[in-house]
């Protein structure tokens, strides 16, 4: 199982960004896909989870209404789209998968972890 993050960079306050996972070698469609992000010296949070179809998010209410998940099951890979982006959003961003296809949101939760993207908002 191999998931790739992707899509960080560098964005000003209020600018945007979108995140990508890409999921090889598993049965993509089996699994919901969580976003979390961890800041230096914080915990890794949670910030958004969609379940096998799509059908089903949740989001931490830092950033309800400002971030976005959606998944795209014929490419295997799940989006975050983050919008009115704030300098506390700065921090490493991570997807993971589960199995059951279900919601979820503790870090524990999840089986398998993407290598992390870089996203960094500037005041």
């Known amino acids: 199982v191999q998931l790739q993050a992707s899509g960080g960079g560098l964005v000003q306050a209020g600018g945007f960004l979108r995140l990508s996972c890409n999921a090889s070698r598993f049965s993509f469609a089996e699994y919901s896909f969580g976003w979390f992000r961890q800041a230096p010296g914080q915990e890794r949070e949670f910030v958004a989870v969609?379940?096998?179809?799509?059908?089903?998010?949740q989001y931490a209410d830092s950033v309800k209404g400002r971030f976005t998940a959606s998944r795209d099951n014929a490419k295997n890979t799940v989006y975050l789209q983050m919008n009115s982006l704030k300098p506390e959003d700065t921090a490493v961003y991570y997807c993971?998968?589960?199995?059951?296809?279900?919601?979820?949101?503790?870090?524990?939760?999840?089986?398998?972890w993407g290598q992390g993207t870089l996203v960094t908002v500037s005041s």
């Open positions: 993971g998968g589960r199995y059951d296809g279900g919601l979820f949101k503790l870090p524990s939760q999840v089986a398998y």
């Open positions: 969609i379940n096998w179809s799509g059908g089903l998010t």
